[in-house]
C-alpha cells in the first residue's frame, strides 16, 4: 500500500469480521492497531494473527490507550498472552487518548497529570511482566496552544480559551511535550542502568 508507511487501525474500528482488519492483512507495510481495556487477550491473539499471520518481527505495532488504572489491570494479561503465543509486536503507548474529558466551560480537553500517569503505569507494567516498552505516541504541537491542562505551562481550565486554536483533538504544547519526553528519558535512564541527570 503506498498511502502512508505506517497504516493502523483504530479502537472502534478494529473488529474482527469487520473489512479494516481484512484490508490489513494483505498489505507488507508496518501496521499499527489501537486496543483499549475493552480488549481481550484472545481477541488481541486474533488480531495479531489476522494483521500479521507470519508473525513477522516488527511489523505490527499494539497502540495501548486505557487509563493509567485500567492499563495497570488489563494491560499484563494482554501481554502475558502475546508473551505465551509467541507473538512478535511493538507495544507503544498512546496516554493522550484515553485521558480526554470535557470541562465544565464546555472545551474538550486532557489532564496533563493523567497523561504522565498513563505512561508511568505503560513503564511499570512493562517492567513488571519483563517486556520491552517500544515507544510513545503522542498529540502534540511545538506552538504555544492552551488545549491541555497542567504541566509546566499550568495550564488551567480557565486558560484554555487563550489559545485554544485545535479544529479537532487538543494537543500537548511544546512546554508540556518537552516535559513528558524529559520525564520518558529519565526513566528509560533508570531502566537501562543509568544514574540520574542532575
Same mark, same amino acid.
Given at each position: ?13 478494529r473488529?474482527?469480521?469487520g ?7 494483505g ?13 481481550? @487477550? ?5 488480531? !495479531? ?14 497502540i495501548?490507550?486505557?487509563?493509567? #488504572? ?5 494491560? @499484563?494479561?494482554?501481554?502475558r498472552?502475546?508473551q ?16 480526554t !474529558? ?9 489532564d496533563?497529570?493523567?497523561?504522565? %500517569? ?9 517492567? #513488571? ?13 511545538? #506552538?504555544?496552544?492552551? %488545549? ?21 483533538d ?8 518537552l516535559? !513528558? ?14 544514574? @540520574?541527570? #542532575?
Open positions: 500500500d503506498c498511502s502512508a508507511h505506517m497504516l493502523w487501525v483504530g479502537e472502534r474500528t473488529e474482527l469480521d473489512a479494516h482488519l481484512e484490508f490489513c492483512r498489505i507488507g507495510n508496518p501496521l499499527g492497531v489501537k486496543v483499549s481495556d475493552k480488549c481481550t @487477550p484472545e481477541e488481541l491473539i486474533r488480531i !495479531i494473527d489476522t494483521m500479521n499471520p507470519n508473525n513477522t518481527p516488527g511489523k505490527l505495532t499494539i495501548v490507550r486505557m487509563g493509567a #488504572e485500567k492499563l495497570r489491570t488489563n494491560f @499484563p494479561g494482554l501481554i498472552a502475546v505465551r503465543e509467541g507473538k512478535s509486536v511493538v507495544w507503544i503507548s498512546d496516554p493522550v487518548h484515553g485521558n !474529558i470535557k470541562t465544565d466551560n464546555g472545551y474538550k480537553t486532557r496533563f497529570g493523567a497523561i504522565r %500517569e498513563e505512561l508511568r503505569a505503560f513503564f511499570d507494567v512493562h517492567e #513488571e511482566m519483563g517486556s520491552h516498552p517500544g515507544g510513545v505516541h503522542l498529540e502534540m504541537t511545538g #506552538e504555544d496552544v492552551t %488545549e491541555c491542562t497542567g504541566g509546566v505551562s499550568n495550564v488551567t481550565e480557565e486558560t484554555l480559551p487563550d489559545r485554544y486554536n485545535t479544529y479537532c487538543p494537543r500537548l504544547n511544546g512546554s508540556q511535550a516535559e !513528558i519526553a524529559f520525564l520518558i528519558g529519565e526513566r528509560m535512564r533508570r531502566i537501562s542502568g543509568l544514574p @540520574p541527570i #542532575e
